[in-house]
């Protein structure tokens, strides 16, 4: 969890800057579904989905994972994770209910009953797999490079980047990346990625190997100063940047999952998805 923490506050200040600036808010109807906390319930069963197997799902979220859930200026819970489950609950003709818990706590309550599905970005792993099952995944986090503007373009290969410097951040799985496939470029190590990305517009890297997401958001940001663009592809090799982001269920309830993987695939078929990712990331990140 603390790769998954890294950088949040600079994300996060950094999403609902984007988020205001687009003038972004929770769709109309939605409200507190969690006590004390500002979140989201109810929302509006589609028409067109059939019956409802279920009259509502219940969800569970944190609440400091930019872009993905974070509550925005207006102390409205908001993101890409948030909206995601409310356009499941559409496909799916039924209500919604989102209610916001610690991350340490997600888990524990939804083996507690207390919840039909976790959605907050929890990576499948072996571990994870002992205690709850998962969707088909939804989202992945890829490795991207970056360079300056006026840095001439090449192919992102380990032999056109033969002697380029690269920045990375130390004891990074991007580190690690760099480590096993371009070794014939001198890596410049920094001791986190804000340091990093900071030495590319500086000019102390030809490119900067990084996180999508934070990288993305960094561009589009004032701390970039516009100096900075992507360059390449994206790499999503899960022994260096994991398996993909998935929903988790309880093991004892197999049909929540079949449901949510069948409203996953007609989200995705509608053009939804494709809509959230264009909403919560300023840059593409694949």
């Known amino acids: 969890m603390n790769a998954r923490r ?15 600036a687009l003038g972004l808010a929770a769709p109309a109807g939605a409200q507190d579904a969690s006590g004390s906390d500002p979140a989201v319930a109810n929302v509006g069963a589609s ?22 859930d974070f509550y925005d200026e207006d102390g409205v819970l908001v993101g890409f994770n948030v909206d995601l489950a409310r356009a499941i609950c559409m496909e799916l003709n039924t209500s919604c209910d989102i209610k916001v818990r610690p991350w340490e706590e997600l888990i524990p309550d939804l083996l507690k009953g207390e919840a039909d599905a976790v959605i907050a970005g929890h990576k499948v792993t072996a571990t994870a797999l002992k205690e709850v099952d998962f969707t ?24 056109k980047l033969d002697g380029k410097r690269i920045a990375v951040a130390r004891g990074s799985p991007h580190e690690a990346f760099l480590r096993a496939f371009f070794h014939d470029s001198p890596l410049v190590i920094y001791e986190n990625p804000d340091l990093a990305r900071e030495a590319l517009a500086a000019g102390k890297a030809d490119f900067l190997f ?77």
Request: net charge positive; proline share 8%.
């Open 136 to 159: 088909d995944r939804y989202f992945h986090t890829p490795g991207r490079f970056a360079a300056r503007k006026d840095e001439p373009r090449i192919e992102m290969t380990p032999g």
């Open 6 to 20: 890294q950088g949040r506050d600079l994300l996060l200040a950094m999403a609902v800057a984007f988020v205001a």
């Open 210 to 286: 990084d996180d999508g997401i934070s990288l993305a958001f960094w561009l589009n940001g004032t701390l970039s100063r516009q100096c900075c663009e992507m360059r390449g592809g994206a790499f999503l090799e899960p022994k260096f940047f994991g398996d993909g982001m998935a929903i988790a269920v309880p093991k004892n309830d197999p049909q929540i999952r079949l449901l949510l993987n069948k409203a996953l695939e007609r989200v995705r078929a509608s053009g939804r998805f494709e809509e959230l990712v264009q909403r919560y990331f300023p840059v593409r990140i694949y």
């Open 47 to 68: 028409k067109d989905a059939g019956p409802p197997r279920r009259v509502v799902i219940r969800f569970l979220t944190d609440n400091d994972y930019p872009p993905f």
